[in-house]
């Protein structure tokens, strides 16, 4: 049973920095690309970032390109979502979220395992 769990939320000033962390279990990590979402209040789910299973291949929206940097560590089971000059419109619920199906080449879809989420506040 595959489980995902985001931690490193929490308050910031604007033009701060936090890095938030996904703990997963219940598969064989590195065979899996993985994914961060985020929903603010009265918005839709909105993809933020994703790493392919190998690594190397990342994507990002235009909307944190240049200031949000994902990684993964396979030894630690664990992805990263680094998020640099923070602004206020970041702010959100962050969602971790994996395939279900392994391997894949390109931008990674059919996201089916989802986090309980984690909270970022970016104060003006």
């Known amino acids: 049973q595959v489980q995902l769990v985001e931690s490193g939320g929490g308050l910031v000033q604007a033009g701060g920095s936090l890095r938030l962390s996904c703990a997963a279990s219940?598969?064989?990590?590195?065979?899996?690309?993985m994914g961060w979402f985020r929903q603010a209040p009265g918005k839709e789910r909105e993809f933020v970032a994703a790493i392919s299973w190998s690594v190397g291949n990342t994507y990002y929206s235009d909307s944190v390109k240049g200031r949000f940097t994902i990684s993964r560590d396979n030894a630690k089971n664990t992805v990263y979502l680094q998020m640099n000059s923070l602004k206020p419109d970041d702010t959100a619920v962050y969602y971790c979220?994996?395939?279900?199906?392994?391997?894949?080449?390109?931008?990674?879809?059919?996201?089916?395992?989802w986090g309980q989420g984690t909270q970022v506040t970016v104060s003006s």
């Open positions: 979220a994996a395939p279900g199906k392994p391997y894949g080449f390109g931008p990674p879809t059919g996201y089916t395992y």
């Open positions: 219940g598969r064989t990590f590195s065979r899996y690309a």
